[in-house]
């Protein structure tokens, strides 16, 4: 009898803890800047999908080698007032915050940015200390959880170690909460401050099928791989892993390249259902992954998203309701 109750009170214990780790996982979304001001029916789709974190992304842009940004021509979301309101709304419905400061280059990419001169590099790495301790500062006064420091700097990141060591110092002077760095999923291992950070962040575009139309049992395979590279770097940096983004787009293909946004085609809900039904049941409940942000989401949830829009929202699409039914376990 003593035996069988043991046994009982362990299957107890074993199911608390499943649904403890469940529930401290960060169920995110990649809330983009909107136009005008938002109000609780912009925040309440997140809490119906059961969303408990979102990040919010004010841009800057590269003009003569520095980033302009909290500029009067720029949408409300991407500005200094709309963040913070942005913030408050979001804490204030029980939602906690991740700021991801990105910098948008016109036609190129981050990852590819270089500069061949000495003070073009100082001139850049001026502004971006900027950009960054701005919105720091910001995070800091608001009580914001976590801040990115910067998103697929692949190149910037090779060329300019002493520039890194000195903003991740300085931030952390600044900041008390806590610190990740989005690089993208074919790099991440190069990354040399994530012993400096809290958590590593991966933008995870990872390519989980060679066909564009696969079988569920394909997607499943193609993340085994990725899966068991993640772990062992996660459990060798002693650090969890946030994938800072992740999505598909619904159209097929979107698992072959999953990073690709301009390329167009047909509408295809089932390719975007597959990609994340293959990532909840493969991945999600990995300890080495603290959680994760879908890339991306609109206000105005009603007009969003639906039937023929092949952009990587899941609005008001099938695959919205494979994340708040994951979400919900």
């Not at 029916?41 to 809490?47: N, V």
């Not at 995070?139 to 976590?146: G, K």
């Amino acid at each position: 009898m003593k035996t069988f109750l043991h046994y009982l009170i362990c299957i107890a214990w074993m199911q608390l803890s499943i649904n403890l780790f469940a529930q401290d996982k960060m169920k995110g979304i990649s809330l983009v800047g909107s136009r005008d001001p938002i109000s609780i029916a912009d925040i309440s789709p997140l809490i119906e999908i059961n969303a408990n974190w979102v990040t919010l992304m004010p841009f800057g842009f590269i003009k003569d080698k520095e980033i302009k940004f909290n500029i009067p021509w720029q949408w409300w979301g991407e500005r200094e007032e709309g963040i913070r309101e942005t913030i408050d709304l979001c804490k204030n419905n029980g939602l906690k915050v991740m700021l991801k400061p990105q910098v948008w280059i016109p036609d190129g990419y981050t990852g590819d940015f270089k500069l061949s001169k000495e003070n073009d590099w100082r001139i850049f790495e001026s502004s971006y200390r900027e950009f960054i301790l701005f919105f720091l500062e910001i995070a800091e006064e608001l009580e914001v959880e976590l801040f990115c420091i910067g998103t697929e700097w692949k190149s910037f990141i090779a060329a300019r170690p002493d520039f890194w060591n000195r903003l991740i110092r300085e931030a952390k002077s600044i900041y008390k909460y806590q610190l990740t760095y989005a690089a993208n999923w074919d790099d991440f291992q190069k990354v040399y401050f994530w012993d400096e950070l809290d958590y590593i962040g991966v933008n995870a575009y990872f390519p989980i099928s060679f066909r564009k139309n696969p079988a569920q049992v394909e997607l499943l395979e193609g993340w085994k791989i990725h899966r068991k590279r993640l772990s062992e770097f996660s459990h060798k940096n002693k650090k969890q892993i946030i994938f800072t983004e992740i999505g598909y787009r619904s159209l097929k293909g979107a698992t072959v390249k999953p990073w690709e946004f301009r390329e167009k085609g047909a509408y295809a809900s089932q390719i975007q259902v597959r990609a994340y039904e293959a990532f909840f049941e493969e991945v999600w409940s990995e300890d080495w992954l603290k959680g994760m942000f879908v890339w991306k989401w609109y206000i105005n949830h009603p007009d969003q998203g639906g039937r023929g829009n092949i952009d990587f929202t899941p609005q008001n699409k099938p695959a919205e309701k494979v994340i708040r039914d994951s979400w919900a376990q």
